[in-house]
């Protein structure tokens, strides 16, 4: 089944959401669900500083100019190097469950993108090509050599461009419930079909220029707990102290524009993707178990021998509903 026919279907699309309480129960979000409550709206100055909720991990925040821009990352362990590369609407806390273990046989770093927590939000620079740069720079600058790079949601199509545009660079590769942009995007529907549960309509809604900082800014929780409810199979996974925290790095017009800017530049990522070949390097791809095609046909397609893990019992979030499993994956994989 090709993208196309995974995301128009009603079955396939109804799969892909029923990853909390029920269809039902997920339809009802836009008016029971998600209200504007005193803890939506919260002042989000209590929240912790990246270097506090480093420490709790026992891993050190720090940033690094590179490519133009100033990137914020986590890191901490020893070994090989592992890059962690996560995506919206969230930062490099995402990765919190999984940091401590990968730790034990790799020294880890935790991006926060171009645009992300603790990263600058220049006017542009979203497009994947620049961002792996980003990425790129940052490798260098700390001396790390050949790293391995795991990418979830935007941050797995960072990585990928980064294999394609600096192959000399990555190692192995895991992609986590994400494939780079390419020409199935434009397949893409945005009414959805009666009972449909679920439709991606943040795609359309960050193409929109300066509304979405204006309804968004001080108010992203609403947004987090949206998100949370469609595509988390456990909603105790990502905590009100995590989504807190989440909601906080997207507080600011700034931030809310700049991850926008990951998808206003689809367009460019999907031409660059035209040109590049098929990736020959370690791949692996973890899926969410309801929608595992979502992933797996663009793999077929730009990878030439890819492996592909469905994580049973997880919505989109992996790390932070399955990490024991995410974890397991990884370090097999890795330590090959």
């Given at each position: 089944?090709?993208?196309?026919a995974l ?8 799969a ?12 009802d ?16 100055a209590g929240?912790?500083?990246d ?8 891993f ?14 986590v890191?901490?362990g020893e070994?090989p190097?592992?890059v ?16 401590p ?19 600058a ?51 192995g ?42 309804l ?10 949206h998100l949370?409810?469609?595509?988390l ?34 367009g ?17 791809g ?6 595992p ?15 592909l ?10 790390a932070?509903?399955?990490p024991e499993?995410?974890t397991?994956?990884?370090l097999?994989?890795f330590?090959?």
């Amino acid at each position: 089944m090709d993208r196309r026919a995974l995301l128009t279907s009603g079955l396939a699309t109804a799969a892909l959401a029923a990853t909390g309480p029920s269809a039902t129960a997920l339809a009802d979000t836009s008016s029971a669900d998600i209200s504007l409550t005193d803890t939506a709206l919260a002042d989000t100055a209590g929240t912790p500083s990246d270097a506090a909720l480093a420490r709790s991990l026992g891993f050190r925040s720090a940033h690094a100019e590179v490519n133009g821009t100033r990137l914020h990352y986590v890191t901490g362990g020893e070994g090989p190097p592992l890059v962690l590369l996560g995506g919206w609407p969230q930062t490099w806390w995402q990765f919190r469950k999984i940091m401590p273990p990968l730790a034990r046989r790799h020294r880890v770093v935790a991006v926060d993108l171009r645009g992300m927590g603790g990263s600058a939000t220049p006017a542009g620079g979203y497009d994947k090509r620049t961002m792996a740069r980003d990425v790129l720079e940052l490798v260098r600058e700390l001396g790390l050599g050949r790293v391995d790079v795991a990418g979830h949601d935007i941050g797995a199509m960072v990585g990928h461009s980064l294999a394609a545009n600096h192959p000399g660079a990555v190692r192995g590769l895991a992609l986590l419930d994400v494939a780079h942009p390419d020409e199935s995007m434009y397949d893409l529907t945005l009414v959805p079909r009666p009972g449909q549960p679920l439709f991606l309509w943040w795609f359309a809604f960050n193409q929109v220029r300066a509304l979405p900082e204006q309804l968004l800014a001080g108010r992203y929780r609403l947004l987090v707990d949206h998100l949370c409810a469609m595509l988390l199979k456990d909603q105790g996974a990502i905590t009100d102290r995590d989504r807190a925290i989440y909601a906080a790095a997207y507080s600011s017009p700034d931030h809310v524009r700049a991850a926008n800017g990951w998808y206003q530049t689809f367009g460019q990522d999907v031409e660059d993707h035209r040109g590049y070949p098929r990736l020959a390097l370690p791949v692996l791809g973890l899926a969410n178990e309801d929608a595992p095609e979502y992933l797996a046909e663009p793999l077929r397609r730009h990878v030439v021998d890819p492996e592909l893990v469905v994580v049973r019992g997880s919505g989109h979030y992996l790390a932070e509903e399955r990490p024991e499993v995410v974890t397991r994956e990884l370090l097999a994989f890795f330590g090959r």
